[in-house]
């Protein structure tokens, strides 16, 4: 069955600092690729998506996502993280060809310290 | 441009009994997705409705079922409620556009005693 692995369960770093999270997935044929954020006390966000094309993809809040196919990764960064991205961040795949369904990381929550 | 509801926002309910949850997708929206988000889990699929018919199942019992109406309102319903049932159920609708973003509601809290 597909899976999708996010390696940090907890991330803190203070403001400034560069963010990296990552995420693979246990998929080998065509895959369509999100990260959503859930900031507290709010429903889950749409922050990029990967559907083809360029392997870089650029969403909201100055994140970005590089989708690797060889390692099947699509890890989420941010070159200077505020405050204001306290939140949890999810991983989601959705299988090309599938009934339309996201399967789903665990999540990992980001603290940003200011 | 109103985006997903869904109601109640918190539940409370005895093991045994059956439960109603509600989504009313964003405007435009035709396929309607339900999603248990236990804690400390991300969200598992549970079902997909399109053109009022289920389009897909994830790994639950025949006891959790639904509707999607000519609106694209769905509802979840859960019948014989077991504690393991507690959790967040999240309600997700897709724009027709052939692509599977899903944007999600703010989810129904329910809790099982």
């Known amino acids: 069955a597909q899976s999708v692995s996010q390696h940090n369960h907890h991330v803190i770093l203070s403001e400034a600092a560069s963010l990296e999270l990552g995420c693979n997935y246990s998929?080998?044929?065509?895959?369509?690729l999100f990260w959503y954020v859930q900031y507290p006390g709010q429903h889950l966000q749409l922050l990029l998506k990967?559907?083809?094309?360029?392997?870089l993809v650029k969403g909201i809040k100055g994140f970005e996502a590089e989708f690797i196919k060889s390692k099947f990764s699509f890890n989420l960064r941010k070159p200077s993280v505020q405050w204001s991205d306290t939140a949890e961040y999810f991983c989601a795949v959705n299988v090309g060809g599938s009934q339309g369904n996201l399967i789903f990381g665990k999540g990992t929550k980001l603290s940003v310290k200011p | 441009e109103t985006g997903v509801t869904q109601s109640p926002t918190h539940l409370i309910k005895t093991r045994g009994q059956q439960v109603t949850l509600r989504c009313s997708s964003q405007?435009?929206?035709?396929?309607v997705s339900w999603y248990q988000q236990a804690l400390g889990q991300g969200p598992q699929f549970i079902f997909q409705y399109y053109r009022e018919e289920e389009n897909g199942r994830g790994n639950f019992p025949p006891r959790f079922s639904g509707l999607q109406f000519p609106n694209y309102s769905s509802e979840l319903n859960v019948n014989a409620l077991e504690l393991d049932d507690s959790a967040l159920y999240l309600c997700?609708?897709?724009?027709?556009?052939?692509?599977?973003?899903?944007?999600f509601g703010p989810g129904t809290r329910l809790t099982v005693t």
């Open positions: 405007s435009g929206h035709n396929t």
């Open positions: 990967y559907f083809s094309g360029d392997p």
């Open positions: 998929y080998g044929g065509t895959v369509n």
């Open positions: 997700a609708s897709t724009p027709p556009t052939g692509r599977r973003e899903q944007y």
